[in-house]
């Protein structure tokens, strides 16, 4: 990726002007360093002072200083993970000889703790819709070890609960809960307290206190950008820094160097039965641009910019499938065909979240399923098996029957949120020009 060293520079300078002359104590200050929207952005955990630091590209996060005294989470494993399954988080104890932390391959995770050169499992067990990922959140002082509790890996919804299991003999049980807005964000650990995420729509940021049990607030600057349906904007958390450190990381984005992003292996099905492939608008691809109108039949106009793969011809109530396995992480189902704005115009749909474990890690991505005549699945859902039908195809929303699929990796780097599943590579399993269909 091209970075503008201009652009770059001036927001460094900046923010770094706005480092030493601020009104606060820098020895006193924590920020929390994430990336938004291909943004490296810092935010205080006392108030509203929401920082840009600079473009986001790979490599940039191991810029970021190892955990201080304050701080005991890292986001790299001091473990190499089990080959098949990719790193998610972890938490060193307060005294850095135990360190708790979960894999993932999903629908299966593992809870392992690492001491003295041995890792064994506190849990293992599978994402349901009765329960999502068991998260190192915190060490308590009695040496017990908080677990938050997660379907999204960037977001909760709804709801916060919190487990505590026991690293001796793994008991696990309920420790604290409450009813909450959307957060976007991981956790991150700061002595005994954690930060939870921010609440975007109402401007507030959350703690949760190990001891106590107790959630609060401060205020927060951060808002998201206008969106379709299928932007999930996941709040990627980096690490917790001090003033003194933000600045040292400001000096070190200058020489930061670039690395060539990984990507996973083709995980594609294609979402539909064989027979049905009549790609009717996808100007951004070069296979369709090759094979098919770049006019949408159905819109009667050309389409450029289009986010998605729009399949057409389809008859009303087509068995449709997810691509890959994954949770449903949001839907709609209450369009009818006499309402073309229903649903922003993608009439009912289908969000999907797909962990994936590249070289050790854990990646999130999004596919979407636009105008369906059916939903048939429910939010938290787990699709396990591609050969049950999501929804049937229909022609809610607007644009006439057919169905809108598409793909979104939002930690990529570039200006699009979104993904040409026929790019290069292509994430199509059987290939680019005729996609594998699950069954």
Request: glycine letters at 8%; hydrophobic letters at 40%.
């Amino acid at each position: 990726m091209e970075i503008s060293s201009l652009r770059l520079n001036i927001l460094l300078l900046a923010a770094l002007f706005v480092l030493f002359v601020a009104p606060v104590h820098a020895q006193t200050v924590n920020y929390v360093v994430f990336v938004l929207d291909n943004t490296l952005y810092a935010h205080a955990l006392h108030g509203a002072d929401l920082r840009v630091l600079s473009p986001m590209y790979p490599g940039l996060e191991n810029t970021l200083p190892q955990t201080t005294d304050s701080t005991n989470q890292v986001q790299r494993s001091p473990v190499q993970p089990d080959e098949r399954f990719g790193f998610y988080q972890g938490i060193w104890s307060p005294d850095r000889r135990q360190f708790v932390y979960i894999q993932i391959q999903f629908p299966v995770y593992q809870l392992k703790l690492y001491s003295e050169d041995q890792s064994k499992i506190l849990l293992e067990s599978e994402i349901s819709a009765q329960r999502g990922y068991l998260v190192p959140l915190g060490w308590k002082r009695d040496g017990g070890i908080l677990l938050l509790e997660r379907y999204m890996l960037y977001n909760l919804k709804n709801a916060v609960r919190i487990w505590q299991i026991n690293p001796r003999d793994g008991e696990l049980k309920p420790y604290a809960n409450t009813s909450i807005a959307q957060l976007h964000g991981q956790s991150m650990t700061l002595g005994e307290r954690a930060f939870l995420g921010f609440d975007v729509e109402n401007h507030l940021g959350y703690w949760f206190d190990f001891e106590s049990g107790q959630f609060s607030t401060f205020e927060s600057a951060l808002t998201f950008p206008e969106s379709s349906v299928f932007e999930v904007f996941p709040v990627r958390i980096l690490g917790i820094v001090t003033s003194s450190e933000l600045v040292e990381l400001l000096n070190q984005l200058t020489s930061s160097t670039a690395v060539p992003p990984v990507y996973p292996a083709a995980f594609l099905y294609w979402p539909l039965p064989t027979s049905e492939r009549q790609v009717t608008c996808y100007p951004d691809s070069p296979f369709t641009q090759a094979r098919h109108e770049i006019t949408c039949p159905a819109l009667g106009r050309e389409y450029p910019g289009h986010e998605g793969t729009d399949i057409g011809s389809l008859p009303l109530d087509t068995p449709v499938y997810a691509a890959a396995p994954g949770i449903v992480v949001d839907i709609n189902s209450d369009c009818d065909t006499d309402n073309p704005s229903c649903g922003r115009a993608y009439g009912n749909y289908i969000t999907l979240e797909h962990s994936l474990a590249v070289d050790g890690a854990i990646q999130t991505w999004y596919t979407g399923y636009a105008h369906l005549n059916n939903v048939s699945v429910t939010p938290w859902e787990i699709i396990a098996d591609l050969a049950l039908p999501i929804g049937t195809s229909g022609s809610t929303g607007e644009g006439g029957p057919h169905l809108h699929f598409e793909v979104r990796y939002p930690h990529q780097n570039g200006p699009e949120r979104w993904v040409d599943p026929w790019g290069e590579p292509s994430l199509w399993l059987g290939g680019s020009a005729m996609p594998t269909a699950s069954k």
